[in-house]
């Protein structure tokens, strides 16, 4: 039984002729650019009926289809179950989530493993989930180990949209962890130009954010040229997984020149302290980008 659906084009094939190409709205004037985000329609997201499955001890998150919005192995039900979600984290060898006020949001709260794993993990980040559909925060709570909001843990029931455009947001976070899906599980709910260059803004500097992206139809190139133009170009990719899933990393802030010997140093003491595959990662982001052989530039 194949539960993990959400596929996606080759990462590397698709990623690299992207740092060169140009929005269509390139070229337009500011006025014309502001009428543009003005008239951007965004997709109506879907509140289909909240599903579970479970398989091998694992329990599944659905929106009234097989396709799965996330996963919790119940003997682990603190851990990150999803090779996709754990690149998530990859963050984690760029920043550091002990730095003061150290501040994590996730964009669409799934089945709250990330949201969990951040607050349990690091005890003086604080960590925001935004989550629209009310009924995933509730499955969250009570089906998924989600606690209660304390002093570090803030759920809020809002779209996605609204919260990256509050300018009361702006530079305040240090990641953003971007999984936008609704039940079509077309593509990411939200993809546009203007939303990635909101995103961009929230984050302090030096920031990362990191988003789970779809494929198998044009979403992936699509959402790879429009992240690029909000980041200027400073964008990596992971090797896609489970048949399917492509995490990227954006970069906000002061350029990044590190050796890959520091890099997996860095992931082996990740991997010591958090249980995630950080060496793995340092592999998947060398071998899926291209011009970084002799060490990480962006």
């Given at each position: 039984?194949?539960?993990?659906?959400?596929?996606?084009?080759?990462?590397?094939?698709?990623?690299?002729?992207?740092?060169?190409?140009?929005?269509?709205?390139?070229g337009?004037?500011a006025?014309?650019?502001?009428?543009?985000?003005?008239?951007?329609?965004?997709?109506?997201?879907?509140?289909?009926?909240?599903?579970?499955?479970?398989?091998?001890?694992?329990?599944?998150?659905?929106?009234?289809?097989?396709?799965?919005?996330?996963?919790?192995?119940?003997?682990?039900?603190?851990?990150?179950?999803?090779?996709?979600?754990?690149?998530?984290?990859?963050?984690?060898?760029?920043?550091?989530?002990?730095?003061?006020?150290?501040?994590?949001?996730?964009?669409?709260?799934?089945?709250?493993?990330?949201?969990?794993?951040?607050?349990?993990?690091?005890?003086r980040?604080?960590?925001?989930?935004?989550?629209?559909?009310?009924?995933?925060?509730?499955?969250?709570?009570?089906?998924?180990?989600?606690?209660?909001?304390?002093?570090?843990?803030?759920?809020?029931?809002?779209?996605?949209?609204?919260?990256?455009?509050?300018?009361?947001?702006?530079?305040?976070?240090?990641v953003?962890?971007?999984?936008l899906?609704?039940?079509?599980a077309?593509?990411?709910?939200?993809?546009?130009?203007?939303?990635?260059?909101?995103?961009?803004?929230?984050?302090?500097?030096?920031?990362?954010?990191?988003?789970?992206?779809?494929?198998?139809?044009?979403?992936?190139?699509?959402?790879?040229?429009?992240?690029?133009?909000a980041?200027?170009n400073?964008?990596?990719?992971?090797?896609?997984?489970?048949?399917?899933?492509?995490?990227?990393?954006?970069?906000?802030?002061?350029?990044?020149?590190?050796?890959?010997?520091?890099?997996?140093?860095?992931?082996?003491?990740?991997?010591?302290?958090?249980?995630?595959?950080?060496?793995?990662?340092?592999?998947?982001?060398?071998?899926?980008?291209?011009?970084?052989?002799?060490?990480?530039?962006?």
């Amino acid at each position: 039984m194949t539960l993990l659906k959400r596929k996606s084009i080759e990462a590397v094939a698709s990623r690299r002729p992207a740092r060169g190409a140009r929005s269509p709205e390139d070229g337009r004037g500011a006025r014309g650019a502001q009428a543009a985000q003005r008239e951007e329609k965004r997709m109506t997201p879907r509140f289909a009926p909240v599903t579970f499955s479970e398989m091998d001890g694992v329990r599944y998150l659905h929106f009234g289809t097989e396709w799965v919005q996330g996963a919790m192995r119940l003997r682990k039900p603190d851990a990150i179950e999803l090779e996709y979600a754990q690149q998530m984290m990859a963050w984690l060898l760029f920043l550091s989530p002990s730095a003061p006020e150290f501040h994590v949001t996730q964009l669409g709260l799934g089945a709250a493993a990330l949201t969990k794993f951040c607050h349990r993990q690091f005890s003086r980040a604080r960590v925001t989930a935004v989550e629209l559909n009310p009924a995933v925060i509730i499955a969250g709570r009570s089906m998924f180990g989600l606690r209660e909001d304390d002093e570090r843990l803030t759920v809020r029931e809002q779209d996605a949209w609204d919260y990256v455009m509050d300018g009361a947001h702006t530079g305040a976070l240090d990641v953003l962890q971007v999984d936008l899906y609704d039940a079509t599980a077309r593509g990411p709910v939200l993809d546009t130009t203007a939303f990635y260059k909101a995103c961009r803004r929230v984050l302090k500097a030096p920031g990362v954010m990191t988003i789970n992206l779809f494929g198998d139809h044009d979403s992936f190139p699509k959402n790879i040229v429009r992240i690029c133009e909000a980041f200027d170009n400073r964008v990596l990719v992971f090797p896609e997984v489970h048949d399917g899933n492509v995490i990227a990393l954006a970069f906000n802030g002061p350029a990044i020149d590190v050796s890959w010997d520091v890099l997996e140093t860095r992931a082996k003491v990740l991997e010591d302290t958090t249980g995630l595959p950080a060496r793995e990662w340092v592999k998947g982001l060398r071998a899926a980008n291209a011009n970084q052989e002799d060490g990480l530039r962006i």
